[in-house]
């Protein structure tokens, strides 16, 4: 008997070391070419409780079925539902189903559509269902209408990826502001929407970059897109050419589908962010003692107004604002001043008050600099002391010294090369606002047959610290900028230094020259850009004729862009949707444009010839789109490699 029982509990041992040999097999083959083929085969949706497409549905809680173990993608970002909820569902997959729950009430005789889009995918090999939508209604009838389109930036017809984009059936303009969209969906990395579930009718439609999550326009700060068309949607029968491939390179056949094509599929918004208008002081800034900033958030013609309350204000400052008037600088003309650590002051300016409207408000203010006087007056010490020590050294060394310290010269830069471009001029630019600005102590030559000869210049003042010397450069002429000691003299009398430099003028061998006409736009203010690789304005042109020409133009590849100028301004204007102000209009030229040395190029360009959204060249396009998820070829390879044939079909 003992022996009996020893053999049994040896055979049943045998057994279970067989079975886990089995299991452990197995496993080992999962996912590896040797163990099979790999499962191409994406999951299929098997059933859904309440049914997709179903009537008279009164719960939010849906349950879809697969064949197979499955995973959503992200769904927060990648799953969108319409009517849009307020309170986020809960989406999840567990298991071979997707559980979703509705939190906001459902509303009566409501197509819903849950749009997964390619989030939906196998749990082992990955492979996506595709665009997959499950829809019900909570009335006796299901809308299938669809619109489909893309959303550009209105600056530079950049694709904006993630954007809300919806409809309503309500044509008043107040309805962005007062109510959330009915039906919505987002834009994808080419900027492409689809919105789905539409009833018949009549609808307009707006993009937002929605910061709040209540689908309705209620932020100035938010991205908008609008147009005052309406949209009609409808379908028509029509086919579509399917390719089925042998491999990458060779085609099998090409079949004829028919299919459903829903209109309008061609609507293009152009997006971008409104000007916040309302004003008030950000900060104010004192980092350098000799002057001090103030930061608002919008500008105004009307500057700033002060009152000292420990020193006086008369003839205190030289004021510079900058374009925008929203940043206005104070330079301290009196060294006095510049040595009180603190300004206190009663400022007087423009803010927005409560109701939207221009105020006037007064404030007291202590302006304090960023080091102290004592500070200052210790570095100056210690680098005193390190000059002396400097000059103690080389008089014991015999070499020449100095026994009084220089005083600091006034820091100026000068935008020269050893080559300038013709249509290019010299800038200064000094660090502190100057007191004078001598003439008579500047000087250019210019050599012709080995003699030198005065040529004319104009210097004329850009800004508060910026200047620019205009001459009448000659290609191939060699000139030399020589200016004397103390030419330029600062506010707190830092002279500058004398400087001597010779620079030539480029032939004009080396340059293109590019004349575009551009149709339909004569009599109308446009500006034309021409752009770098990096999407950047290398030139610009402003005209009415319907003639852009760029002379000397460096040898390259160029882009080229530009815009309706409404106002004659010279810069682009973004839209206002209170003022029903649409965006200046932007347009790209479609393809590269080469310039090479001693070549005129001359092209036509009619801007509308292609949609808005096939305009930008790829290769300057900085918002790429995803790369599409597919079905992984991994048999096709497997099969090449055991020589045997494999039907992709």
Request: hydrophobic content about 35%; charged content about 25%; some cysteine.
């Amino acid at each position: 008997m003992e022996q009996l029982y020893h053999t049994r509990r040896f055979i049943k041992r045998l057994l279970y070391f067989c079975i886990f040999a089995f299991l452990l097999i197995g496993c080992a083959r999962m996912g590896n070419p040797d163990g099979g083929w790999y499962d191409e085969t994406p999951p299929k949706v098997i059933g859904a409780s309440p049914e997709d497409k179903g009537l008279n549905v009164s719960t939010g809680k849906i349950r879809i079925q697969f064949d197979e173990y499955i995973k959503v993608e992200n769904p927060t970002e990648n799953v969108i539902i319409s009517p849009p909820q307020i309170e986020v569902p809960d989406i999840k997959a567990s298991g071979k189903q997707i559980i979703i729950n509705l939190k906001d009430s459902l509303k009566p005789d409501v197509t819903y559509t849950i749009d997964f889009s390619d989030a939906i995918s196998d749990n082992n090999e990955s492979n996506p269902l595709g665009n997959y939508t499950y829809s019900f209604s909570t009335g006796n009838n299901i809308d299938t209408l669809e619109v489909s389109g893309y959303v550009l930036e209105a600056e530079n017809l950049e694709p904006i990826k993630g954007i809300m984009v919806g409809l309503y059936d309500n044509h008043e303009d107040s309805i962005f502001h007062k109510s959330p969209m009915m039906r919505v969906s987002r834009t994808d990395g080419r900027g492409h929407f689809v919105i789905k579930g539409i009833a018949p009718g009549s609808y307009r439609i707006f993009a937002l970059q929605d910061a709040d999550g209540d689908y309705l326009y209620n932020q100035k700060s938010e991205k908008i897109a609008f147009n005052h068309d309406s949209i009609t949607p409808s379908f028509k029968a029509d086919f579509r050419q399917d390719t089925i491939w042998i491999d990458s390179l060779h085609i099998k056949d090409i079949h004829q589908t028919g299919y459903t094509h829903f209109l309008p599929d061609d609507i293009v918004l152009r997006a971008f962010t409104p000007v916040i208008t309302d004003r008030y002081l950000i900060k104010t800034d004192r980092t350098e003692a000799d002057h001090f900033t103030f930061y608002f958030t919008y500008g105004s013609d009307y500057l700033p107004t002060i009152k000292g309350l420990n020193f006086d204000e008369w003839e205190a400052f030289i004021v510079s604002p900058n374009e925008k008037k929203d940043t206005v600088t104070y330079w301290l003309r009196d060294t006095a001043l510049v040595n009180q650590d603190t300004l206190r002051m009663e400022v007087q300016y423009l803010m927005t008050d409560s109701l939207g409207e221009l105020v006037t408000k007064i404030d007291t203010m202590d302006i304090l600099a960023k080091q102290s006087y004592e500070k200052r007056l210790k570095q100056q010490k210690k680098e005193y002391e390190e000059w002396a020590k400097e000059q103690e050294k080389a008089k014991k060394k015999g070499q020449p010294y100095d026994s009084i310290m220089p005083p600091k010269s006034l820091g100026l830069k000068m935008d020269l090369q050893s080559s300038l471009d013709p249509d290019k001029n010299i800038r200064f630019t000094s660090t502190t606002p100057l007191e004078v600005v001598d003439t008579s102590k500047i000087h250019l030559y210019a050599k012709h047959d080995s003699l030198w000869y005065q040529s004319r210049f104009l210097l004329r003042q850009l800004n508060t610290l910026e200047y620019e010397l205009v001459g009448e450069w000659r290609p191939t002429i060699e000139y030399s900028l020589e200016i004397d000691s103390a030419a330029f003299i600062d506010i707190y009398g830092k002279a500058s230094k004398p400087s001597k430099n010779g620079f030539g003028v480029r032939s004009e061998d080396v340059y293109s020259t590019l004349l575009i006409t551009i149709q339909d736009m004569k009599g109308k203010n446009i500006v034309v850009q021409l752009l770098n690789n990096s999407d950047a304005v290398y030139k610009q042109v402003k005209t009415n004729t319907g003639l852009a020409e760029f002379f000397y133009v460096k040898p390259s590849e160029y882009y080229m862009r530009m815009f309706v100028d409404e106002n004659n301004n010279g810069v682009w204007d973004t839209g206002d949707f209170d003022l029903d102000q649409q965006p200046e209009a932007v347009y790209y030229y479609p393809s590269v444009l080469e310039c090479k040395a001693k070549w005129d190029l001359s092209e036509t360009w009619n801007p509308t010839a292609k949609a808005l959204n096939r305009q930008k060249p790829e290769r300057i396009t900085k918002q790429k789109p995803e790369k599409e998820k597919s079905i992984k070829r991994r048999n096709l390879e497997r099969a090449k490699n055991l020589g045997i044939e494999y039907d992709l079909q």
